[in-house]
């Protein structure tokens, strides 16, 4: 049983989202998403994201192919999140390329080319103009 597990915000759900998931979960049989927190977002964006945590939590778990949805409340608990969660790969965007690589001590770390062209601050963008 290989399990896989990575991180986002996923606001304003798009086909990017679906696309890296449905990516994800292809590489093993079980996938774990954390979903990060409304604060955590805010630290590092200095804005909220246009829904809640538990309705990006909510929407996600609905999702085929994701077993479980779990709140992401800091990058600095990386670590115990996959030791928590018992991850075999963790999978990011290639928005990610090399931040993550110091966590290969403990489990494989794979970075995934982004969809082209679709972003969530585009789509605010496009329907604010
Ligand atoms: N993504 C993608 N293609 C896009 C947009 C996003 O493949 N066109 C991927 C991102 O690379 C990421 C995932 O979808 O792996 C979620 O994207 P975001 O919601 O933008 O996640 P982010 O805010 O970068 O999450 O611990 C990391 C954080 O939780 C960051």
Known sequence: MKTIITF???DLLHVGHIR???R???LGDRLVVGVSSDQLNFS???KFPEFSEEERMEIISMI???DKVFLEESLELKASYLK???ADILVMGDDWSGKFDHLKSICQVVYLPRTPSISTSAIIEKTRS
Request: charged fraction near 35%; avoid cysteine.
């Open 8 to 10: 986002g915000t996923y």
């Open 20 to 22: 890296l998931l449905s």
């Open 24 to 26: 994800a979960r292809a």
């Open 44 to 46: 590092k964006k200095n």
């Open 64 to 66: 085929k192919g994701v």
């Open 84 to 86: 928590e969660q018992e």
